[in-house]
């Protein structure tokens, strides 16, 4: 599925949070959006999803304006969202429930994506039972289970520490790889935009513009991230990060800048 911004602008009253934004992310794309905290990023991945609209502009997905919340257009959050009084194949289950699909089917899909998100033996454990990365990826095979056609992720992982972080950061390249949706992340980790993405768009301060589009397109890409110095340079150094005198965790919120 394509979605096309077309001159998007949203402020809240007086507060002028994008501006004028025009972007087309391609069918099977996965694009990252970095940029400080507070700059509107996740504003548009809330119109993407459905749950705010433009101020002025235009949002499409195929051609057809975005202008309530679909089940072809999942989003993700940083809290798993999990509901506290259902078992994990229960909350994995729910999403076809709400597809008026028969239960038995629901939980037996739900056990099958449970096992593709490695937690098999914990489908009948409640939230509160497991970690915080197995509640991530419960959430995860919620968000996968009705196969969606785009896929938003609001800082999915930034929760987590940082070995669980970049193992969730597998599963999720692995679940699109097979998936094929295409793909919009909001992140604060420099890494995470370019372990995942295609495209990189850096924003700036509040009203958000792009500074800068960058490409890395479908090369396979491992965590060690060597062939990608420069551009990681780049990023960080829009972004005010002096990339030579900072340690490799790069989340542009934390305190290890």
Request: charged share 20%.
């Amino acid at each position: 599925m394509e979605l096309r911004f077309d001159r998007v602008a949203k402020t809240f009253g007086s507060l002028e949070v994008i501006k004028q934004f025009d972007n087309t992310i391609h069918s099977g794309e996965i694009v990252a959006l970095v940029g400080p905290s507070g700059c509107g990023k996740s504003t548009l991945l809330h119109m993407v999803a459905g749950l705010q609209t433009p101020t002025s502009g235009s949002l499409s997905a195929d051609a057809a304006t975005i202008e309530s919340p679909s089940p072809q257009r999942t989003l993700v959050f940083q809290e798993h969202a999990l509901y506290p009084w259902l078992t994990l194949v229960d909350n994995v289950a729910l999403a076809l429930e709400f597809q008026n699909r028969p239960r038995a089917v629901a939980k037996s899909e739900a056990r099958q994506w449970l096992s593709r998100v490695q937690l098999d033996g914990f489908e009948g454990y409640y939230p509160h039972q497991v970690s915080g990365g197995m509640r991530q990826r419960a959430a995860l095979a919620r968000a996968f289970i009705a196969r969606p056609q785009v896929l938003l992720l609001d800082e999915p992982f930034g929760a987590l520490d940082a070995l669980t972080r970049m193992t969730l950061q597998s599963v999720l390249k692995e679940l699109i790889s097979e998936e094929c949706p295409t793909v919009l992340l909001v992140t604060h980790d420099v890494d995470e935009a370019l372990y995942l993405a295609d495209r990189v768009l850096v924003f700036s301060q509040r009203p958000a513009s792009v500074l800068k589009e960058v490409q890395l397109g479908h090369i396979p890409k491992t965590h060690d991230l060597s062939d990608f110095a420069a551009e990681r340079r780049e990023v960080l150094e829009l972004l005010g990060i002096d990339a030579g005198s900072k340690a490799k965790n790069t989340n542009v919120e934390g305190v290890n800048l």
